[in-house]
């Protein structure tokens, strides 16, 4: 018979099952912190239509959406999981309570060209929170207090918040009577990226004078501790109404942040933070790993004016962060960062001898029943082989059942990390593999 | 400026976070049992090439699979997570210790035509257990298992497992001389479906005489305990070695599921057990809710010859099954039997009073700090609102803060259900959010 050749298609992540545990840990804790503060789980659906997905229109990404190739023509695959967001929420308008705390991990699909480290099939991990009409600026003060609890768990205490606001830079556009502001914003976000000759032609190339272009690098390039940031927007004293609201709400985010918790040390208000995407409106939002940079910033996000207007008169402003869970774990693992507490898929491997698999199913049973994962080994295979299969798997005890265990209503315990074996009762074996899941 | 229309594609389905939440304490059952039986996950891309997916070629299966239109005109999204892990096993074989178990829980996708209940996306929960070139016969009897300790706690225990081995009515064929065994045994797997005559008159088409349709009647319609049904089958004494393993396999089975716990009244030996699909070869299962028949078998399954033969040369036999989440729930749903336990998705409900949102945002931390799953509402609404917002969210406690509190540093936390409030340390209002957390 023809064999088909077994392989996935480039560009999609697949892991092995170990792999794929250090993955899961890393995607639970992310789930555990979401839940803990208070956001609801919501699972759209992969497939949209078409019109609802692209009724933005035009962009890089709309160039790698996946169309379903059926006689409706009108199904695609999600490209992020925040325009089903907004979808979500003016169909189901409603039926949802606002504040609406909603979070979702999903996969979503880019027709990206094949890169390493790029995947066309990726995970995102998504918190928003959207009011009906207004939403209190203090909720974005929670946002990144998350995030500081997700990364604390995979131990990364070194990590930055990266915060500014937007209504800053376009109060000071206005009090500098700058007019080409969107272009100016997406100008601004290059600065750590090009040459500062570079970076004055482009601004000059925006209409931009040499005055005007004096002030705005001034501003975005500021350095100072948070509270020098505070007190020279202060001094500023800028005729405009934008700025003045701007100054208040990175106060208060400010100060929230401190009070969720997130030492001020972690905290960095960075008045060159402008995020390109052109939906942000307030406050905005990028993380780094400070041993790291060179991984760019870990997780985004921002605050918007309104999030769903392409589908409603509703307006619905919201605030939310996204993790890419597929590309941070592949840059951590490739970094070799991975560096977190993993604990064992799979607790004991209960081998019995020829003849006792009888007492080994009985065994198991009761291990499971005291929550223990514990797996039977009753293949014909060699007792050698079924050791390394469990060194394999990285379960770190076996439990030997043989003619003296069964007579004792016992079992040999063996720890495989310290070659350490002792015979025990079933429940004294159950509260020892329970005393170590605790304490990991 | 004009709206798109907010809406899903028909046969999709998409749920509203209090469902949601309950649809996934179902999941989080699921998952929790497969590990506990020591499976490992693994997470196969959606979309793959569809030479691998369309491997075995023909089949209904086949003209319902969406193809992604895309210039490489060879990629789908998966019907089914049986031929991803075929495809898997066969890719991995060299990285893969065998024997290999693993879950899977995932969406997948068939172009059905719109009916009530059937999903275009839907959540298949799988296990199996692969072996290299061989697989303990003992590894049939587990699978059951984890099914009845799936559904003893979504509160179903009258479950009936419906258990066959092919091998027995495969054998019966030899002896009986049936030659168009495949055929016969298609027809056999309609004995509940069809009126008496028509199914008789099916068998005679299928070239069977009188005498081999009494025969084959009388065998499939035995009815009796479980320990009757193995004594009729041993007396048979038929001179086929296939019917001899079928026996020696159902025996085994049989006796094992008892070592794992399943009491014998779950277990329900059914000679007419066939399952349609014609790649299972020995062990087949059909899960029943005895009191709700009409819902049909809930999991299904069984074992194979050989998982991967379209893909690599190496005999990978395995057992396994598969429960369809999303029917499910919809089924259970609509016929109110959704009678599980769901802890609330939020522990409490933080109100600090005007002017005391700074507090509000120190005791929602020490909250969470708490693992309580805890929100904070500060949004500029009547507190009447805020209390209907969580019992809309069915949010049990409320915690008020306002300046008694402030001063005593404590909270005044208010059961919603019993209308009892007192006011409580932040410390002792933690310790009996978490009791009744744990209590649960």
Redesign the interface.
Same mark, same amino acid.
């Given at each position: 018979?023809n064999?088909?050749?077994? %392989? /996935? #298609?480039p560009g999609?992540?697949? #892991?092995?099952?170990n792999d794929? @545990?250090v $993955?899961?840990t890393m995607r639970n804790i992310i789930e555990k912190h979401f839940?803990? +503060?208070?956001f609801? @789980?919501?699972? !759209?659906? /992969?497939?949209? =239509?078409s019109?609802?997905l692209l009724?933005k229109g035009g962009g890089e990404t709309s160039k790698q959406v +996946? @169309? /379903?190739? @059926?006689e409706s023509k *009108?199904?695609s695959?999600r490209f992020d999981l925040t325009v089903p967001l907004?979808?979500?929420v003016?169909?189901?308008y409603h039926?949802?309570?606002f504040?609406f =705390?909603?979070y979702q991990i999903g &996969?979503v699909?880019r027709?990206e060209r094949n890169q390493k480290g790029r995947y &066309?099939?990726f995970y995102q991990c998504d918190i928003d929170i959207i009011?009906n009409d207004?939403?209190?600026i =203090? *909720?974005d003060?929670?946002i990144p207090?998350i995030i500081y609890?997700i990364f604390r768990e995979l131990n990364f205490t070194n990590i930055s918040f990266h915060i500014n606001n937007r209504k800053l830079l376009n109060g000071l556009f206005e009090a500098l009577e700058i007019n080409q502001g969107e272009e100016v914003l997406r100008i601004l976000d290059k600065i750590k990226k090009v040459r500062k000759d570079v970076f004055v032609e482009m601004l000059k190339e925006a209409d931009c004078n040499d005055q005007q272009i004096n002030q705005l690098m001034d501003f975005i390039l500021f350095k100072g501790s948070n509270q020098e940031v505070l007190q020279m927007l202060n001094r500023m004293d800028l005729q405009s109404e934008l700025f003045r609201e701007g100054l208040f709400e990175l106060t208060e985010v400010y100060? +929230?942040m401190g009070?969720? *918790?997130i030492p001020d040390a972690n905290i960095c208000l960075d008045l060159s933070i402008t995020r390109g995407l052109d939906y942000y409106t307030g406050t905005v939002y990028e993380t780094f790993l400070n041993d790291y940079e060179s991984i760019g910033s870990i997780c985004s996000g921002g605050r918007y004016e309104n999030l769903? #207007?392409?589908? !409603?008169?509703n307006k619905l402003p919201g605030v939310g962060i996204s993790i890419g869970l597929t590309r941070l774990f592949y840059q951590l693992s490739a970094a070799n960062l991975i560096n977190y507490d993993v604990t064992p898929? /799979?607790d004991v491997?209960v081998i019995p001898m020829l003849g006792y698999?009888?007492y080994g199913? %009985?065994v198991v !049973?009761k291990f =499971?029943?005291a929550?223990?994962?514990?797996? #039977?080994?009753?293949?014909?295979q060699k007792i050698k082989k079924k050791f390394n +299969?469990a060194d394999? $798997?990285n379960i770190p005890y076996v439990a030997i059942l043989g003619e003296e265990e069964y007579n004792k209503s016992s079992i040999s315990l063996k720890n495989l990390e310290t070659g350490h074996q002792e015979i025990l009762s079933v429940e004294d074996a159950i509260s020892c593999l329970k005393e170590i899941k605790q304490g990991k």
């Open positions: 018979m064999k088909v050749q077994p %392989s /996935i #298609l999609f992540m697949e #892991l092995l099952p794929q @545990h $993955l899961d839940k803990k +503060y208070a609801l @789980h919501i699972d !759209t659906p /992969i497939i949209e =239509r019109d609802v009724a +996946y @169309h /379903i190739d @059926h *009108n199904m695959l907004a979808r979500y003016a169909e189901h039926d949802i309570e504040p =705390r909603r &996969k699909y027709g &066309k099939e009011g207004v939403l209190d =203090r *909720n003060a929670e207090a609890d100060e +929230y009070l969720f *918790n769903a #207007l392409n589908y !409603t008169n898929a /799979i491997l698999e009888k199913a %009985s !049973t =499971r029943e929550n223990i994962t514990a797996q #039977l080994h009753v293949e014909e +299969y394999k $798997l």
